[in-house]
């Protein structure tokens, strides 16, 4: 069964500093993986998404992620962060249906 | 625009008051999804549909119907609703069959008192 784990529940960075949001999934084939956005008392946006070819996607607001196969990871990162980041950041694995993971609160301080 | 619409917003409702609340796309979208979010459990899929009159329980259905009659239209029916119903819902929609994501409603906070 597909499964995805964001070991991190909260993060908290200071703004321009570096952004590394972790996932792991669990998929029998080559998955289809996702990054979606959050913002408080919004709907879920996407952020970028992985189907094959080049393992380092780019998405929307600065954003990247890279698919590692031998590691199970896509790992969501962003080289310096903006206080409008603050959010809560969702990984999500498959197709029709998609699996979503417990989600990354992120904070951003001054 | 390309959109999923829900409806209501926000719905402040009694324990065993029948509510529906709709969810309507205009993308031609096959796949259509209903999740509920809920602090520290991520989205968990209710319902979703495939097309026209083809809908499958998803992982926490019990307490949901949903029905499939047109093929922008998805309603979700909580008969007899429980306060450990109380939750964000959203909708969503996909082609079928193209892993292009889901395109998201924009929720709907149910309280149930």
């Known amino acids: 069964a597909q499964s995805v784990t964001q070991p991190d529940i909260h993060i908290t960075v200071s703004e321009g500093a570096s952004l590394e949001l972790r996932c792991n999934y669990s998929y029998g084939a080559t998955p289809y993986l996702f990054w979606y956005v959050q913002s408080p008392g919004q709907g879920l946006q996407l952020l970028l998404k992985y189907f094959s070819g080049d393992t380092l996607v780019q998405g929307i607001k600065g954003f990247e992620a890279e698919f590692k196969r031998s590691q199970s990871s896509f790992n969501l990162r962003k080289p310096s962060v903006h206080w409008s980041d603050a959010a809560e950041y969702f990984c999500?694995?498959?197709?029709?249906?998609?699996?979503f993971g417990k989600g990354t609160r992120l904070s951003v301080i001054a | 625009e390309a959109q999923v619409t829900q409806n209501p917003r926000y719905l402040i409702t009694v324990t065993g008051k029948k509510l529906t609340v709709t969810c309507s796309q205009n993308?031609?979208?096959?796949?259509m999804s209903w999740y509920r979010q809920d602090p520290g459990l991520g989205l968990r899929q209710i319902y979703y549909?495939?097309?026209?009159?083809?809908?499958d329980k998803g992982d926490v259905p019990e307490g949901y119907k949903v029905s499939r009659k047109e093929k922008r239209n998805f309603p979700l029916i909580l008969e007899s609703p429980s306060p450990n119903q109380t939750s964000l819902y959203f909708c969503?929609?996909?082609?079928?069959?193209?892993?292009?994501?889901?395109?998201f409603g924009s929720g709907t906070r149910l309280t149930v008192v």
């Open positions: 993308m031609n979208h096959e796949y």
């Open positions: 549909s495939m097309n026209v009159e083809v809908t």
């Open positions: 999500a694995v498959g197709n029709t249906p998609l699996v």
């Open positions: 969503a929609s996909s082609p079928w069959g193209h892993p292009y994501g889901y395109t």
